[in-house]
């Protein structure tokens, strides 16, 4: 069985399950009642929701190698104008996400105060003091976009020597600039202070997750998914192609984990070591898929995570304007005033489920509403590329 003119369904099986993960870990019912494996590791530390992001990303530097091998990736004109455009359109839509969450969120803090309507909507509207520049849709577009730059412009035998170098940069970084303190004395609080300021990074975090010196790592991160790809859609049998992958899962994961003994592993500064195992996991992950849906065709199971996994991006960004939305309209509840989130979750999730169960139901719900956004796509094979 060859895959050279095929789309591998697997992929977009494992694409859709990791937005919907994504979706999933970023809105519960109660962050005080979450499950812990539904959570991110406080500092050092990995736990399931650690691995949805870096498993896109993964899946990212795959797709990457597809979409660009329609230019022969040639440093063409097309080929840059591509790639330039769709890193600027997601980076600004990280922005306007980032905008229409302080937008809401001032508005309504605005609302107890004696001011005029006008006034009110103009403070509302100029949050751009204080917005956070960075943040996941940005990380993604700025990895993305110069991982592509650099497959365009260097041989492809010299990428895993690239990856490697950068891998070992950033352990130096980490290692003399104090970077796995959780501390203002980190090189990477000290640059992203630097350079983006305290009112455009995370709120109340010490660490920006997403920041200036931990895309270095990403950016390796991405150069792996897209040299898995380039395994994957060789000339080779597709069992011979899950064998490579099986391989080189074992090979990052075991690699990982040894070096964890002087690196931890430690998502919020995309640790070298966080990079060597989440790509190990999804390419063993990928290659389950490809041997399940693709060789022994078990499909049927699929076809919920298909309709994430086609508009990957589009759910994603439909997901978080339905959250900012329902944790910033207020109605009152038993003479409190709590947003339609809270009273989801309180009085009609809880008293059924709950704390805990509750909290995930309300999860799962929500990754259904944004499923229910996107299958129309889905059936009628829409593709909306961001």
């Given amino acids: 069985m060859k895959t050279n003119n095929q789309r591998l369904l697997a992929l977009d099986v494992l694409r859709g399950i990791t937005i919907a993960g994504m979706i999933m870990v970023n809105n519960p019912g109660n962050w005080e009642t979450t499950y812990a494996p539904l959570k991110h590791a406080s500092w050092s530390g990995l736990t399931p929701t650690d ?21 022969r990736f040639e440093c063409s004109r097309s080929a840059i104008w591509k790639i330039v455009k769709r890193t600027c359109v997601i980076f600004v839509i990280g922005l306007g996400i980032a905008w229409f969450s302080m937008f809401l969120r001032t508005w309504n803090s605005l609302a107890s105060e004696n001011v005029s309507f006008l006034s009110r909507l103009g403070q509302s509207v100029w949050t751009f003091d204080h917005i956070r520049i960075l943040g996941v849709l940005q990380r993604l577009a700025l990895s993305y976009g110069i991982a592509a730059i650099i497959v365009l412009l260097m041989k492809h035998k010299y990428i895993p020597y690239l990856i490697a170098s950068l ?9 003399f600039g104090n970077g796995y303190e959780y501390s203002e004395t980190s090189v990477l609080y000290i640059v992203d202070h630097a350079i983006l300021g ?56 075991f690699s990982g984990f040894l070096l964890t003994f002087g690196l931890p592993i430690n998502k919020k500064i995309w640790s070298p070591t966080f990079v060597l195992v989440t790509c190990g996991l999804a390419s063993s992950l990928l290659a389950s898929l490809i041997w ?50 809270e009273f989801i979750y309180k009085a009609l999730l809880q008293p ?9 139901a309300y999860a799962i719900l929500f990754v259904c509403l944004v499923w229910v956004s996107g299958y129309t796509l889905y059936k009628k094979k829409i593709y909306i590329k961001i």
């Fill in 51 to 71: 691995l949805v992001f870096p498993f896109f990303m993964f899946i990212m530097g795959v797709s990457s190698y597809i979409s660009l091998k329609k230019f």
């Fill in 167 to 175: 891998l070992v940069t950033y352990i130096l970084i980490l290692v």
């Fill in 198 to 253: 305290l009112n455009h990074m995370y709120a109340n975090n010490i660490i920006e997750p997403e920041g200036i010196l931990s895309t270095i790592p990403s950016i390796a991160h991405v150069l792996i998914g897209f040299s898995a790809g380039k395994w994957l859609f060789g000339e080779s049998d597709i069992r011979e192609k899950m064998l490579r992958l099986f391989l080189l899962g074992t090979v990052f994961v």
């Fill in 292 to 341: 399940v849906i693709d060789v022994k065709d078990h499909k049927k199971w699929g076809h919920f995570f298909e309709a994430f996994g086609i508009n990957p991006l589009f759910m994603y960004v439909v997901a978080e304007i339905y959250s900012i939305i329902l944790e910033n309209i207020h109605i009152t509840y038993q003479g409190v005033t709590i947003s339609v989130q």
């Fill in 352 to 360: 059924i489920f709950g704390d805990y169960p509750g909290s995930l």
